[in-house]
C-alpha cells in the first residue's frame, strides 16, 4: 500500500483472526553469450527498463543485480507465530494483496515489544510514516541494488540511530536524500500488537499475470512482487518454511491472477482510474471501484469474491457450491449467480483453526449463512457488468437493476 493510503484493521472471523493494515537465483548474474546482436541489445534494453524501474520505486538505490541473499529473520523465532502468504484479500485490501505478513505471536502484545532486524546488508534509502489512533508507523525500503529490494511496514519504533538520520533528513524545506547502511541481522526498529508487512521486489522479473500492468502506476512496486523463497539462503528458507500454513505452489502466495476472457483476476469500475481509485491516489477509500474473484491465499482450491462497495462496505466472501469457477467463466457463460457466505478454516483434522498457530494446508470452510448475491455477466474479454444485493438471497434476485455497474480490467 502507498504511505497515505494504508489501511488499518481488525478482522476477527469465528476462525482467524488476522491484523491487516490493510524463479530469479539471487546470486550475481552472468552475461548472456550470444552473437546475435538483436538478442543483445534486446537484453540491454531489459536491462535498461529493470534499472529505470527500480529509480522510480527507490531514488536512491545504486548498481544492478543480485550479489547475495537474504540470510536473516527479520523477527526472533519466538515472536511470530506464522507467515501469512501473498494474496489475502481482506477489508479495503480488495485485490491480492502485494505483501507478506510476520503475524506476531500475541496480537495482544504491547507496542514495541518485538525487536525487528534487516534481513541482509542493505542502504535503507526510503523511509515514510504515519500516525494514527495507536500511534506512529513506519514504512522501510531496504535497497540492495536498483533490481533488487525489501521492504517492511507497520514497524512502531525506529533505532534512536536510524530515527535521528531520518529526522535530519526529512528537515527542513527540503528532503535529504536518504541513504542509511545497516547489516544482515541488525536492529532496526520495534513492533508490537500487529503484523509486519515484507515483501521482495525483482525489477529484472515483472509479474506477467496482469492485462493492463499500466493500470497499477499507483503503486509502482506491486508489478515487481517477487517470490521471498528465491531470494533467501537455504538456513533462512528452512526457517520461513517452517512457520508457513499454505502448501500450494508457490508457497509464497501469488497476486496477479487475471485471465484474458475469464472472470478470475481483478478488475475496476469503469471512470475511476484503475488501481488508482476514485481519490486518485490521494489517500481515502481509494479501493470503492475495486473488485477481484482470485484464489484463497491458503487454500487455492476456494475461490474468494472481494468487493470494493458491498452496500457501502468493503467486504470478501466465498461461496459454499464453489462453483462457478471464476478461471472458467466467459462471456459464453452469460448472467452467473454467487451465493455469497463468510468462511473460516480447519485443520487436516477438520478442527477449527484460529489462523495464528503453526498447521500445515488449512482448508477453507464455509458459513451458512447468506450474506447476499452477486450477479456478474462478461460483456465481453474485458469488460463485465456486476452488481451485489446485501441481505439477499440468489433466489430471490432476477437479474441486474439500475445500479449495476461496468467493471474493465
Request: hydrophobic share 35%; glycine share 10%; net charge neutral.
Given at each position: 500500500?502507498?504511505?497515505?493510503?494504508?489501511?488499518?484493521?481488525?478482522?476477527?472471523?469465528?476462525?482467524?483472526?488476522?491484523?491487516?493494515?490493510?524463479?530469479?537465483?539471487?546470486?550475481?548474474?552472468?552475461?548472456?553469450?550470444?552473437?546475435?546482436?538483436?538478442?543483445?541489445?534486446?537484453?540491454?534494453?531489459?536491462?535498461?527498463?529493470?534499472?529505470?524501474?527500480?529509480?522510480?520505486?527507490?531514488?536512491?538505490?545504486?548498481?544492478?543485480?543480485?550479489?547475495?541473499?537474504?540470510?536473516?529473520?527479520?523477527?526472533?523465532?519466538?515472536?511470530?507465530?506464522?507467515?501469512?502468504p501473498y494474496g489475502l484479500m481482506v477489508g479495503g485490501h480488495v485485490t491480492p494483496i502485494d505483501h507478506q505478513y510476520f503475524a506476531p505471536a500475541d496480537y495482544m502484545s504491547k507496542r514495541d515489544i518485538y525487536e525487528v532486524y534487516a534481513m541482509a546488508d542493505a542502504t535503507i534509502t526510503d523511509i515514510g510514516e504515519r500516525t494514527n489512533e495507536r500511534g506512529t508507523e513506519y514504512r522501510l525500503v531496504f535497497s540492495i541494488t536498483c533490481n533488487y529490494f525489501y521492504y517492511y511496514?507497520?514497524?512502531?519504533?525506529?533505532?534512536?540511530?536510524?530515527?535521528?538520520?531520518?529526522?535530519?533528513?526529512?528537515?527542513?524545506?527540503?528532503?535529504?536524500?536518504?541513504?542509511?547502511?545497516?547489516?544482515?541481522?541488525?536492529?532496526?526498529?520495534?513492533?508490537?500488537?500487529?503484523?509486519?508487512?515484507?515483501?521482495?521486489?525483482?525489477?529484472?522479473?515483472?509479474?506477467?499475470?496482469?492485462?493492463?500492468?499500466?493500470?497499477?502506476?499507483?503503486?509502482?512496486?506491486?508489478?515487481?512482487?517477487?517470490?521471498?523463497?528465491?531470494?533467501?539462503?537455504?538456513?533462512?528458507?528452512?526457517?520461513?518454511?517452517?512457520?508457513?500454513?499454505?502448501?500450494?505452489?508457490?508457497?509464497?502466495?501469488?497476486?496477479?491472477?487475471?485471465?484474458?476472457?475469464?472472470?478470475?483476476?481483478?478488475?475496476?469500475?469503469?471512470?475511476?482510474?484503475?488501481?488508482?481509485?476514485?481519490?486518485?491516489?490521494?489517500?481515502?477509500?481509494?479501493?470503492?471501484?475495486?473488485?477481484?474473484?482470485?484464489?484463497?491465499?491458503?487454500?487455492?482450491?476456494?475461490?474468494?469474491?472481494?468487493?470494493?462497495?458491498?452496500?457501502?462496505?468493503?467486504?470478501?466472501?466465498?461461496?459454499?457450491?464453489?462453483?462457478?469457477?471464476?478461471?472458467?467463466?466467459?462471456?459464453?457463460?452469460?448472467?452467473?449467480?454467487?451465493?455469497?457466505?463468510?468462511?473460516?478454516?480447519?485443520?487436516?483434522?477438520?478442527?477449527?483453526?484460529?489462523?495464528?498457530?503453526?498447521?500445515?494446508?488449512?482448508?477453507?470452510?464455509?458459513?451458512?449463512?447468506?450474506?447476499?448475491?452477486?450477479?456478474?455477466?462478461?460483456?465481453?474479454?474485458?469488460?463485465?457488468?456486476?452488481?451485489?444485493?446485501?441481505?439477499?438471497?440468489?433466489?430471490?434476485?432476477?437479474?441486474?437493476?439500475?445500479?449495476?455497474?461496468?467493471?474493465?480490467?
Amino acid at each position: 500500500m502507498s504511505k497515505a493510503r494504508k489501511i488499518f484493521l481488525f478482522l476477527v472471523t469465528p476462525l482467524v483472526l488476522v491484523f491487516a493494515v490493510a524463479t530469479a537465483v539471487a546470486v550475481k548474474r552472468t552475461p548472456i553469450n550470444t552473437t546475435n546482436s538483436q538478442t543483445t541489445t534486446e537484453t540491454k534494453d531489459n536491462e535498461n527498463e529493470a534499472y529505470k524501474a527500480g529509480k522510480a520505486i527507490s531514488q536512491g538505490c545504486e548498481g544492478e543485480g543480485f550479489p547475495y541473499k537474504l540470510s536473516k529473520l527479520p523477527m526472533d523465532e519466538s515472536d511470530f507465530s506464522v507467515v501469512i502468504p501473498y494474496g489475502l484479500m481482506v477489508g479495503g485490501h480488495v485485490t491480492p494483496i502485494d505483501h507478506q505478513y510476520f503475524a506476531p505471536a500475541d496480537y495482544m502484545s504491547k507496542r514495541d515489544i518485538y525487536e525487528v532486524y534487516a534481513m541482509a546488508d542493505a542502504t535503507i534509502t526510503d523511509i515514510g510514516e504515519r500516525t494514527n489512533e495507536r500511534g506512529t508507523e513506519y514504512r522501510l525500503v531496504f535497497s540492495i541494488t536498483c533490481n533488487y529490494f525489501y521492504y517492511y511496514d507497520l514497524v512502531t519504533s525506529l533505532t534512536p540511530e536510524i530515527k535521528k538520520v531520518y529526522d535530519e533528513a526529512r528537515g527542513g524545506s527540503l528532503r535529504k536524500p536518504l541513504s542509511i547502511k545497516v547489516k544482515a541481522g541488525e536492529l532496526i526498529g520495534r513492533i508490537g500488537g500487529q503484523t509486519l508487512d515484507f515483501a521482495v521486489w525483482d525489477t529484472t522479473k515483472p509479474l506477467k499475470g496482469f492485462i493492463y500492468p499500466e493500470h497499477y502506476k499507483a503503486e509502482n512496486w506491486k508489478l515487481y512482487t517477487a517470490d521471498p523463497l528465491d531470494y533467501y539462503t537455504d538456513e533462512l528458507k528452512a526457517k520461513i518454511l517452517a512457520r508457513s500454513p499454505r502448501i500450494a505452489e508457490p508457497v509464497s502466495g501469488k497476486i496477479d491472477y487475471d485471465i484474458d476472457g475469464k472472470l478470475i483476476g481483478n478488475w475496476f469500475e469503469e471512470g475511476t482510474n484503475w488501481y488508482g481509485g476514485k481519490t486518485n491516489g490521494t489517500g481515502g477509500e481509494y479501493w470503492g471501484g475495486h473488485l477481484s474473484f482470485a484464489p484463497d491465499h491458503y487454500d487455492p482450491t476456494y475461490f474468494i469474491i472481494s468487493i470494493g462497495d458491498f452496500g457501502g462496505e468493503a467486504k470478501q466472501f466465498t461461496t459454499v457450491a464453489n462453483t462457478p469457477d471464476p478461471a472458467q467463466v466467459s462471456p459464453q457463460s452469460g448472467l452467473v449467480k454467487y451465493e455469497l457466505v463468510q468462511w473460516g478454516y480447519t485443520d487436516a483434522n477438520g478442527a477449527p483453526w484460529s489462523g495464528n498457530t503453526v498447521i500445515k494446508g488449512p482448508k477453507v470452510k464455509p458459513q451458512s449463512a447468506v450474506h447476499g448475491c452477486a450477479l456478474v455477466q462478461m460483456k465481453d474479454n474485458r469488460s463485465i457488468q456486476f452488481e451485489s444485493f446485501p441481505k439477499q438471497s440468489c433466489s430471490s434476485v432476477v437479474g441486474f437493476s439500475a445500479k449495476v455497474k461496468t467493471y474493465l480490467r
